[in-house]
């Protein structure tokens, strides 16, 4: 099942790479990207952690990654963090909220779009912190450089 699960997130992935006209060397790498976050991320859910913070851990690992293939591609981060980012959107939980608005069904509604926004800021976060994270690194490194 997982390994199934990993196929499609690659294909999912690798399609956003493709629609959103990354380069056609990155493509692959995009997918392995979303892979591995969508991997981390059921991993975490299946051992009975919650959706919010494997999302956050999920996004955290996806940013790394990103980031380390930017570096070593000599490309923009975005270009890999974009399309590895997309199976880890809650989307079904939108319209699924959504869905229950129109039913008048608001107390339903709210719970899901509350879970759907946590998610949301979870990736947010997630990319966030690594950056942060990233530049903290590169500055300690600069100072220890200086004090050679």
């Given at each position: 099942?997982?390994?199934?699960?990993?196929?499609?997130?690659?294909?999912?992935?690798?399609?956003?790479g493709?629609?959103?006209?990354?380069?056609?060397?990155?493509i692959?790498?995009?997918?392995l990207?979303?892979?591995?976050?969508?991997?981390?991320?059921?991993?975490?859910?299946?051992?009975?952690?919650?959706?919010?913070?494997?999302?956050?851990?999920?996004?955290?690992?996806?940013?790394?990654?990103?980031?380390?293939?930017?570096?070593?591609?000599?490309?923009?981060?975005?270009?890999?963090?974009?399309?590895?980012?997309?199976?880890?959107?809650?989307?079904?939980?939108?319209?699924?909220?959504?869905?229950?608005?129109?039913?008048?069904?608001?107390?339903v509604?709210?719970?899901?779009?509350?879970?759907?926004?946590?998610?949301?800021?979870a990736?947010?976060?997630?990319?966030?912190?690594?950056?942060?994270?990233?530049?903290?690194?590169?500055?300690?490194?600069?100072?220890?450089?200086?004090?050679?």
């Open positions: 099942m997982l390994i199934e699960y990993a196929i499609a997130s690659f294909f999912a992935s690798a399609a956003f493709i629609i959103y006209q990354a380069p056609r060397n990155t692959i790498k995009c997918g990207v979303g892979m591995i976050g969508w991997v981390i991320y059921i991993s975490l859910v299946w051992g009975e952690v919650d959706s919010v913070p494997a999302t956050l851990i999920a996004s955290f690992v996806i940013a790394m990654v990103s980031q380390m293939l930017a570096r070593i591609y000599k490309t923009p981060m975005i270009i890999f963090s974009v399309p590895g980012i997309i199976p880890l959107v809650p989307g079904s939980l939108a319209y699924d909220s959504m869905r229950s608005f129109v039913q008048n069904d608001y107390s509604a709210i719970s899901i779009a509350a879970k759907a926004f946590m998610i949301s800021g990736i947010a976060f997630g990319l966030v912190f690594s950056e942060v994270l990233n530049q903290i690194i590169k500055k300690i490194r600069q100072t220890k450089a200086q004090l050679r």
